[in-house]
């Protein structure tokens, strides 16, 4: 299929770093982050915010969290099933997962985990974190293209669907500009990183990020 997203000058900055090999693992933001002002005036109203548990739950837990960076599919391997398990799923916690941008293969991943919308938001999402390595095996952003296709398929979307979903210049740029005012807002430099109630932990094991909710919600 060969399969190419025809970005806008905005997102262009964003179509390095494609190979798995060149991923790397802990990731840092700075740099993406660095012309943020940029995009400050630009309307996002039309992203839709994606969120786990009550909205009035005593304790918001933000992630930020980069579809191509191992470390965050580490951290949704582990971390986030027990906070789910325990905090999210019982209603002690909101949970926002926002996506922080390396290069154009996570800005597509993105585009694909909210193809469905919200409801099927994080399945999908889930789905790109597990097979990380399989739809990152590439040489060129057609490859990822393609791989993202498969990926769309297992996940039950029709071909179209996904195709109109990846190759969205609109959406892609609006989302760029998204990431980027939250990123900047909450001062993001690496991912994953964990924000709760307005302030960054970094990316905490389970244990210490367990002790900080349980000392919010004692309070």
């Known amino acids: 299929m060969n399969r190419r997203l025809l970005l806008g000058a905005a997102a262009l900055a964003l179509l390095g770093g494609v190979g798995w090999s060149q991923l790397g693992g802990n990731q840092t933001a700075g740099a993406a982050n660095a012309d943020a002002s940029d995009y400050a005036d630009i309307d996002t109203s039309s992203i839709v915010e994606m969120t786990m548990g009550p909205e009035d739950a005593a304790v918001t837990?933000?992630?930020?969290?980069?579809?191509?960076?191992?470390?965050?599919?580490?951290?949704h391997k582990t971390t986030f099933q027990e906070l789910k398990r325990d905090y999210i799923d019982t209603g002690k916690v909101r949970y926002i997962y926002r996506d922080v941008f390396f290069d154009g293969a996570g800005l597509r991943g993105s585009l694909l985990a909210r193809c469905a919308g919200p409801?099927?938001?994080f399945g999908i999402n889930d789905l790109l974190y597990t097979r990380q390595k399989e739809w990152l095996d590439a040489k060129t952003m057609g490859d990822v293209m393609d791989n993202l296709v498969r990926i769309g398929?297992?996940?039950?979307?029709?071909?179209?669907?996904?195709?109109a979903c990846i190759e969205d210049q609109n959406?892609?740029?609006?989302?760029?500009?998204?990431?980027?005012?939250?990123?900047?807002a909450d001062e993001i430099t690496s991912t994953p990183t964990v924000v709760i109630d307005g302030q960054s932990y970094g990316n905490p094991s389970y244990a210490e990020l367990k002790a900080l909710l349980d000392e919010k919600l004692a309070q």
Do not use: M, N
């Open 61 to 75: 837990v933000t992630e930020y969290a980069s579809l191509t960076c191992p470390h965050c599919a580490e951290f």
């Open 119 to 121: 409801t099927r938001f």
């Open 153 to 163: 398929k297992v996940a039950g979307l029709g071909e179209d669907q996904i195709v």
């Open 171 to 184: 959406k892609a740029e609006t989302l760029e500009a998204w990431f980027r005012q939250h990123a900047a």
